[in-house]
Structure formats: C-alpha cells, structure tokens
C-alpha cells in the first residue's frame, strides 16, 4: 500500500467516526453485549414519517466500520434518504486463509459459516430482528418503514444476508449478498448451526460474486463444504416459485460484469458474475479495490449503487 493510499484510508476513517449522522450503540442482547453502528441522513426526521432501512453485514474478521468505508452506502443513503445498520459480530473470528487479521475480530453465525458465531450457535438473526424491531427505532426516534428494509453484506456477512434472507422473509423484503453463498447445512471444517430455510415469502435476491474468488469459490469448496454460488441462486428461484421454464434475462453487461436475471419484480433472482473477480466488493473506494490479486476488484459495477437500485422498489407486498 502506498502513502498516498494510507493517508486517503485514514482521512476517510476519520471522517466516519467524526461524523454526526453516525450512531455507536451498545446494548444488551440474549445476555451478551452487542454492537451496532447506524447511519442516519441529514434529512430523516424524528417524525411519523416512515424511513426504509438496509442492513449491511461486515466480512469475517472485520467490523461495521471496515464495511461502512468498504462499500460506502452512507454517501448514497445520505442522497437516498435511507438508514443503514451495521450490526457487529462476536468477538473471536477464526479465519480459514493465511491472511492477517491484527486486533479484535468478528464473525456472524449464517449457519454453515463462520466460526466462531456459527460454532457457538449465536444468536444473529435474532439480534437483527431486536435492532430493528425495538432497539434502533426507540434510540433514534425515528419510524422504520416497515415494508422497505433490505439486507446486503460481504463474505461472511453475504453468508448473513442469505441466512436473514430465509428466517426473516417477514421483515427482510429483498436481500443482496456479495461474495457469499446461502449455506443452511453444516460444514465438515468447523461446528455449524443448520437451518431450514422456509420462507413466508418470496425474497427476491441480488448476488454478486468473482468468478476468480479463491476465498469463497464460485464453484464451492468441498473442503469447507461451501455450496457453489449457481446452486445457492437456484435454491433462491426454486423457493420463490419461479417457473423452472422461465428463461434467465441479461440485465447488464458492461466490461468484466454480465448480471443475469430471472422472475419478476416480487420474486426476482439476479446474478452478476465478475470475471477474473476476486473475493471484493465491486466499485469499492480506488484502495479498496485493487486490479489484481486475491481481492481483485472490478469498476465496471458499483455495486453499492446496483444493490439500492435493486432495492428501492421491492416492498414486503
């Protein structure tokens, strides 16, 4: 990393924790103390006025504020006029590849994946459910609209937002992992916490992945037993009772990136595949982002903007 880059890294850490809009909560949940930071825009008022809300997962051992800078959804949500929530994991990840992770780290249990949350069978759907459902609105003053909250996060937190996705179809009305398959069953590396994955619902899915991802495989990982992420999207059509004749439509091309969709607007499942991608978010900040590598990024996607746009329209009706 250059000096440049670190600077440009720093001067942005400094200006998330600095800012106003930005909300630290701590509280209690299930007998553990939790973690939570929100952003609320300029322009939300402590009123009746019903604000929509996305949940956005942080990555195995990282943290809210690593994921909050990585996809940078408080500059659209500012724009947009949404809240977003950045739930914190437990305390102690236990991370598979050889990369290092100084200081505290963080996991969420989405069931299959990743120790050591998922190992100790916590509670994260239920902290989900609590933050948005009684804590956050009491806090904040603010009314959530109930029929616009979204879910959306990175690795380990795609693996989340795939879990919410089934066991909380009646409060989650769209969901879009990034880099992170549904994984309901357990894994053969790591004690898991499995779950039937019925829906009330219809959940339509935006899944983004690199087809060069060496953490998470496009193909799955048998030695983790990762599912492949074609699997994973199709249990999402199956689900949401997409005729198995429907044809899959392309909805985007643009350089490394062709997104693929099929269903309509209340049960639509889209997959956007990046070529020579790695295990990234695509359109993350220029150092965020880097051409090559094991994280080797794309710009020819924000994917930030293409979640909200995926978003903003898909009600719980």
């Known amino acids: 990393m250059s000096f440049t880059s670190f600077c440009l890294i720093l001067a942005t850490l400094v200006a998330f924790v600095s800012s106003s809009s930005v909300h630290d909560f701590s509280m209690s949940f299930a007998n553990t103390t939790r973690h939570a930071l929100v952003y609320v825009p300029s322009s939300a008022t ?12 942080h990555a195995l051992a990282s943290d809210p504020l690593a994921q909050m800078i990585m996809s940078d959804m408080n500059k659209l949500a500012e724009a947009e006029n949404f809240v977003v929530v950045y739930p914190r994991g437990l305390e102690g990840a236990q991370v598979w590849t050889p990369l290092p992770a100084p200081g505290p ?30 804590f956050l609105p009491t806090e904040l003053d603010l009314t959530f609209d109930s029929s616009r909250i979204y879910a959306t996060g990175m690795s380990n937190g ?11 179809s009646d409060v989650i009305a769209a969901i879009a992992p990034v880099s992170g398959p549904l994984m309901n069953t357990a894994s053969i590396a790591w004690k898991s916490d499995p779950f039937p994955c019925d829906l009330k619902r219809p959940v339509p899915v935006l899944h983004f992945h690199g087809l060069a991802d060496i953490i998470v495989p496009f193909h799955g990982d048998r030695l983790l037993s990762f599912p492949s992420v074609e699997d994973s999207v199709q249990g999402w059509r199956e689900r949401n009772g997409i005729a198995e004749d429907e044809k899959w439509v392309t909805s985007y091309v643009n350089g490394d990136v062709t ?7 209340g ?12 295990h990234s978010w695509p359109g993350a900040n220029d150092s965020l982002c880097p051409s090559s590598g094991i994280f080797s990024c794309t710009k020819d996607i924000i994917a930030t903007e293409a979640i909200w746009d995926f978003f903003k329209d898909k009600t719980l009706s």
């Open 46 to 57: 402590q009123s009746d006025n019903p604000i929509p809300v996305v949940v956005n997962f």
């Open 158 to 168: 795609g693996f989340m937002t795939n879990r919410v996705g089934c066991e909380l």
């Open 259 to 265: 997104c693929e969709g099929v269903g309509g607007e």
């Open 105 to 134: 780290t963080y996991s969420l249990n989405a069931g299959g994946c990743c120790p050591a949350a998922c190992s100790k069978g916590a509670d994260d759907v239920g902290f989900t459910k609590f933050l948005l459902k009684e």
């Open 267 to 278: 049960t639509n499942v889209t997959l956007c595949k990046i070529k020579g991608g790695g």
